[in-house]
């Protein structure tokens, strides 16, 4: 992916990016382009919101930037070399360039490529992101203008936000560098989390994508303690963003126990009826080998609860195809898995190296051949299972989320859909009248593999 004049259509998650270009003159003025996951998006808005009260304004493109800022992804060597190439890019477009996000725990790599970036910062450090654009282009605010309290700078159309409710991990799968880049579980307070939602549905948030590294674990460093009236468990935090009138969504539950409590909430409409959990294999052998904390867990069991008390409930999940030591007695008893769990939105990845993984150590590496194939295979079925659930709804009168409008239709997303990720609904036909953040009702006339298309 290009990092061109930020943000780019190619970068879905900054293309609908609504930042108001007004500038006063001689007011400094710093562009940012933001890679990866929603995590980091999050980190984004807040080094903008920060930068928005100092008095900076924000650019949408390299050549109205004094100096930009590269938010990086470090997860897989792929996502490495996509910051490596959006640096490159930020470098040759405009010259100032101050790098933050995960690539950044590996400083080196970053400067052995790029010697004439400014500064590197690791994620999460805001303070350090802050202090290198004040010395790469010195704030010069007009303090009867600049020096107010920020509105939120948002990367994302205005009526849905990522909402994220703690940082880190405390796994130790072995495939992942997550926990060594952005520490254990650190869990906002619920007051702080409920307060932030208030204010974002207030300013006209229809739909609260709720995000961390591990959503079900929420609270546990805090050992879910109450204050302000607000317990910091995933349960009561849920119910507490239920009540206040948006589609709620959760994202990267792991299944423990517990979560069997959030699907009564997702039947009573209390939160959207969708689960994303990254379940990344089924055979309990690979499993162990991944070192994942769902290992033995019965999961076509819980499946199937969930299913009992919740209908409707939609669920997504991803999975890591050619592991280390991956037999194909393993691979072909995960798609079993699948043609008996039936999940509604599957994604699937080839293992690959990442450096510092304890994974890179094991035996048995599967060839890269291998490895295709199975994902053909993987992809092969999953897309089997989505069409038939997508014509099953043919007929059917659902509500959805409006998220643009131009001259041809509408698109939107179902409850089943979290932006981005998932499909979408096209509205072709009488879509004049409406505008994003609309909830509507439509029928369902057509389906495809991942989409649907409807009538008001």
């Given at each position: 992916m290009?990092a ?6 190619l970068r879905p998650?900054?293309?609908n990016a609504?930042i ?9 003025t ?12 999050v980190d984004?808005?807040?080094i ?8 900076y304004a ?12 590269v ?8 996502a ?6 959006a640096?490159?890019e ?12 995960c690539?950044g ?10 010697p ?9 450090q805001y303070?350090q ?12 605010p ?11 700078v948002?990367l ?15 796994h ?5 560098i997550i926990p ?10 619920a ?6 939602a208030?204010?974002?549905?207030q300013?006209?948030?229809?739909e ?14 805090l050992k879910?303690?109450?204050?302000r ?11 507490d ?18 979560v069997?409590d ?12 969708y ?8 055979h ?7 070192a ?8 076509l ?15 997504r999940?991803?999975?890591i195809?050619?592991y280390p030591?991956?037999?194909d ?17 599957v994604?699937?990845f080839?293992y ?11 035996p048995d ?5 291998v490895k ?9 079925k999953a ?5 038939a659930?997508?014509?099953?709804k ?9 998220d ?7 698109t ?5 859909d ?10 072709d ?11 509507v009702?439509?029928?369902?006339d057509?389906?495809?593999e991942y ?6």
């Open positions: 290009s061109n004049p930020n943000p780019p259509n998650d900054l293309a609504a108001p270009d007004v500038r006063r003159e001689g007011q400094p710093i562009g940012m382009v933001s890679l990866g996951c929603p995590k980091a998006l984004s808005e807040r903008l919101t920060r930068l928005r009260a100092e008095g924000i650019s949408a493109d390299y050549k109205g930037a004094e100096a930009v800022i938010n990086t992804c470090g997860f897989l060597d792929s490495k070399a996509e910051s490596l190439e640096i490159g930020a470098l040759a477009e405009n010259g100032k360039v101050i790098v933050t996000g690539l725990a590996e400083p080196e790599f970053i400067t052995g490529a790029h004439s970036v400014l500064a590197v910062t690791g994620p999460q303070e992101v802050l202090d290198a654009v004040h010395g790469a282009v010195p704030p010069a007009d303090p009867f203008i600049d020096l107010l309290p920020a509105t939120s948002s994302t159309p205005r009526h849905y936000s990522y909402l994220k409710i703690s940082e880190g991990c405390n130790a799968c072995k495939f992942c060594d880049m952005r520490g254990k579980l650190v869990s906002r307070p007051h702080a989390v409920v307060r932030e208030e204010k974002l549905v300013a006209g948030v229809k609260l994508l709720v995000i961390s590294q591990d959503t079900s674990a929420y609270g546990l460093d879910y303690a109450e204050d009236g607000h317990r910091a468990h995933i349960t009561d935090l849920a119910r963003l239920g009540s206040l009138g948006a589609w709620v969504r959760l994202h990267y539950v792991y299944p423990y126990p517990h069997r959030l699907v009564p909430l997702m039947a009573d409409g209390l939160i959207l009826p689960l994303d959990i990254p379940f990344q294999h089924a309990r052998d690979v499993l162990k080998r991944m994942r904390p769902a290992a033995s867990a019965k999961t069991d819980e499946i199937a609860a969930w299913r009992d008390n919740c209908p409707d409930i939609t669920l999940s991803t999975f195809v050619g030591g991956e037999t007695e393993e691979f072909q008893y995960l798609l079993d898995w699948l043609d008996e769990a039936q999940l509604d939105r994604g699937c080839q690959e190296n990442v450096k510092g993984a304890r994974a890179n150590l094991l590496h599967v060839p890269a051949e295709q194939e199975r994902f053909e295979r993987f992809m092969e897309q089997a299972i989505s069409e659930k997508l014509a099953a043919v007929g059917s009168r659902i509500e959805v989320i409006v643009s409008v131009d001259d041809e239709g509408a939107c997303r179902t409850k089943a979290a932006p981005e990720i998932d499909g979408n609904l096209f509205i036909e009488g879509f004049e009248h409406l505008t994003p953040g609309d909830i009702e439509v029928t369902v057509e389906a495809g989409d649907l298309w409807g009538k008001l």
